[in-house]
C-alpha cells in the first residue's frame, strides 16, 4: 500500500527561520536541508513529498483539508501551533490517513507549555527530541502503518 503513497509533511510557525533561530535547541540544519532529506529519504520508501510550511494557521488547515483527497499520510511539525490550534485539531480529525507529530527538540524536557499536544489526540505516534531525523523516523513510520505492519 505504502508504494507510490503521497505524503503530506507541513511545518508551523517560525521552522522557516531554522538555522538561525536558537541553533543550540533546534539544530543549524536549514528547513530547506530538511525537506532535502525528507525527499532523499521518501524516495528510497517510495512514496513522494509535499513538503510546506506556513506562519498562518488557517493556511495550514487549508491544506489539511486538502489532504484528504490527495495524500496518504501526514507528518506534521505544528510547532507553536501544537500547543494552541483547536483549528488544526478539528481539521486533522477530518481525516482517515494516518498522522505522524513531529518535533526537532524534545517538548516534554521544555517549558511546562510545551508539554500539552493537541495534534497527540488524534496523532498515531509522536516523534520528538531527534532534531532533523524525527522527519525521516515519521517517513518510516508512516511506511509501516500504510504496509499494515
Known sequence: MADNAKILILNGPNLNMLGVREPEIYGADTLA???????AHASTLGFSVDFRQSNVE????????????TCQGI?????????????????????DIPIIEVHLSNIF???????????SAVAAGVICGFGWRGYTLALDALKDILDGD
Open 109 to 119: 524536557a521544555r517549558e511546562s507549555f510545551r508539554h500539552h499536544s493537541y495534534v
Open 75 to 95: 507528518a506534521i511539525n505544528a510547532a507553536a501551533f501544537t500547543h494552541t490550534s483547536v483549528a488544526i485539531l478539528d481539521a486533522l480529525s477530518l481525516l
Open 58 to 69: 488557517g493556511e495550514l488547515v487549508t491544506w489539511i483539508q486538502e489532504s484528504r483527497t
Open 33 to 39: 536541508d530538511i525537506e532535502q532529506r525528507c525527499h
